[in-house]
């Protein structure tokens, strides 16, 4: 039986549609690993529920899990990142699916209390709300034994782990695959990169001769930089971290206070994992320049202070799906995108399929490793093994036809070795 609920089942047909032409850019996730957990059925026996924006990518990592023989739970990281005919889709194929796109606070906890309450011995989370909430509500799941481990897909999860384990309170083995090399260096930075474009591109405004403000020189903002260069913007960097400042400046980038970058920014983009990037003060806010457009990619809708942009305007205007116009009492008007939660998934489908191929796979091969040798973890945070790192590299490589070399014994001596020298 599949326990379920999401907006609306009749969208399971558009759903599908979705769901394979992701699996088709999909090759590592959707093919290779697919197709050998088909045979070997890794995770048979195995509950795993995930915590996770419900994309069609996602939908083909869960694909992938049941394919090995898990029962699977989804729930949704974000209210407003759903996409409602892959949920509904994918309860057909037998998938467990609490989400739908808009949800309140209220029915986000109550959706994640129900993969909880499927007591699953994995936890996959993006941004820690499911494996916090099961520290909090579930004493018994978390004492008893049946998780195995967890994995953390962002790096506001994995901080807040991080913030956890000092404080002694983190009671699970935690891999923290965000940090991974094969996800951050491509789903951060490309994913996110390429994102905010196609997001503000929907909305039909020219980058070209653009101040675009990006807040953060980390690798989801890095890679947001990058692309609005090469689509011929200005670019600013605030930061807060000296030698993330002095890259941005040599990449040729201006860096400046986010007080003296505001009043020339016609596009401001925050990605830090702060919070009140923009400081929430009437002062502040008055020194936006009118028409800027501002958009947020971090995980919480708390970098631009959206509350008190609410509370400031005098009148809030949708003008297109999921973007807003904010009039302000002297008139002037500013743009925001998706309530400032998360703009690239909200306005666009998120990342590329080909980039979450990556993080997919690696999330699919860290399941098989966690099964494979459970009993065998202490809790707290556990880096990602090298060698399945590595292996999502190859995976990759070989799905696109690209080789590489290998080191010969000699090479490999002499790198780990210190005898050779002058
Ligand atoms: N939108 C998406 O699809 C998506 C994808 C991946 C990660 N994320 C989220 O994006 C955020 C950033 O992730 P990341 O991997 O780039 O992190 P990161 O740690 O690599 O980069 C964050 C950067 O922001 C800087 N920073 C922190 N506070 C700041 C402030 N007040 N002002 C200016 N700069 C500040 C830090 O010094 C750091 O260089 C996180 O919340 C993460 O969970 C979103």
């Known amino acids: 039986m599949v326990n379920y609920k999401v907006a609306d089942e009749s969208l399971a047909e558009k759903g599908k549609e979705s769901l394979y032409i992701a699996e088709n850019k999909m ?35 869960a694909r992938t899990l049941k394919a090995g023989g898990a029962e699977v739970y989804l729930c949704g990281s974000n209210p407003l990142s759903t996409q409602d005919d892959v949920a509904a889709a994918l309860v057909q194929e037998g998938i467990n699916v609490f989400a739908w796109h808009g949800n309140t606070d209220e029915e ?76 951050n260096q491509f789903d951060n930075e490309l994913g996110t990169g390429q994102g905010i474009v196609s997001a503000i591109y929907g909305m039909h405004v020219l980058f070209a001769g653009k101040n675009v403000v990006i807040a953060g020189y980390g690798h989801c903002s890095s890679g947001m930089a990058l692309r609005a260069r090469g689509l011929g913007a200005n670019v600013t960097i605030t930061e807060v971290d000296p030698i993330k400042a002095l890259q941005a400046k040599f990449a040729g980038f201006n860096v400046l206070p986010i007080l003296e970058a505001l009043p020339n920014a016609d596009i401001i983009l925050t990605a830090t994992g702060c919070k009140h990037v923009i400081t929430p003060n009437p002062g502040v806010f008055n020194r936006l320049k009118d028409g800027v457009i501002l958009g947020n990619l971090g995980h919480f809708d708390i970098e631009i202070p959206t509350k008190e942009l609410y509370e400031y305007a005098k009148e809030i205007k949708p003008i297109r799906k999921d973007v807003e116009e904010l009039i302000f009492p002297d008139g002037k008007k500013v743009y925001l995108l998706a309530k400032g939660r998360l703009a690239n998934l909200v306005l666009s489908e998120g990342h ?71």
């Open 27 to 61: 090759p590592v996730t959707a093919k290779i690993i697919r197709e050998r957990f088909e045979k070997e059925k890794p995770l048979k026996g195995i509950t795993i529920a995930g915590c996770l924006h419900i994309t069609k990518e996602t939908g083909n990592l």
């Open 108 to 183: 986000f906890y109550w959706c994640i209390r129900q993969c909880l309450d499927a007591k699953p011995n994995i936890l996959i989370d993006d941004g820690a709300d499911m494996i916090v909430t099961a520290h909090q509500e579930y004493e018994d799941l978390i004492n008893s034994g049946t998780i195995i481990a967890c994995q953390e897909e962002t790096t506001t999860g994995v901080k807040r782990f991080k913030a956890m384990e000092k404080q002694g309170a983190l009671k699970v083995p935690l891999f923290p695959v965000n940090d991974a090399r094969s996800k």
């Open 352 to 422: 590329p399929s080909e980039v979450m191929d990556m993080s997919f796979a690696l999330q699919s091969l860290m399941s098989e490793f966690i099964v494979k040798n459970q009993g065998n973890f202490n809790r707290g945070i556990i880096e990602v093994p090298i060698e399945i790192d590595d292996k999502v590299g190859y995976l990759k490589l070989e799905s696109m036809g690209v080789k590489i070399d290998t080191l010969t014994e000699e090479q490999y001596n002499y790198i780990h070795g210190y005898e050779e020298g002058t």
